[in-house]
């Protein structure tokens, strides 16, 4: 079997805007727009943008990202056990 290629963590604008179904030269102009409400940016030692962070971003935004707690079904009965 041959080896996995690394999965990229840090990815460039160019690789953001085609994962997302941008076209490049119009990611520029939204990306600005999109880090004013708390789009990740980019880490300047890794020269990206922290993938994981990317689609976290897009899930908050979705209401995907938040955890409810579930309706209480009735009182607790520890003798029960």
């Known amino acids: 079997?041959?080896?996995?290629?690394?999965?990229?963590?840090?990815?460039?604008?160019?690789?953001?805007?085609?994962?997302?179904?941008?076209?490049?030269?119009?990611?520029?102009?939204?990306?600005?727009?999109?880090?004013?409400?708390?789009?990740?940016?980019?880490?300047?030692?890794?020269e990206g943008r922290y993938w994981p962070a990317v689609v976290a971003y897009w899930n908050r935004r979705y209401g995907l990202g938040s955890i409810s707690p579930s309706a209480m079904d009735g009182m607790e009965n520890l003798d029960a056990l």
Do not use: H
Request: no cysteine; proline share 9%; aromatic share 6%.
């Open 1 to 46: 079997m041959g080896r996995r290629p690394p999965i990229a963590l840090f990815l460039d604008e160019a690789e953001i805007a085609r994962r997302l179904g941008q076209d490049a030269s119009a990611w520029r102009g939204k990306v600005v727009i999109l880090e004013r409400d708390g789009f990740p940016r980019v880490d300047p030692i890794m």
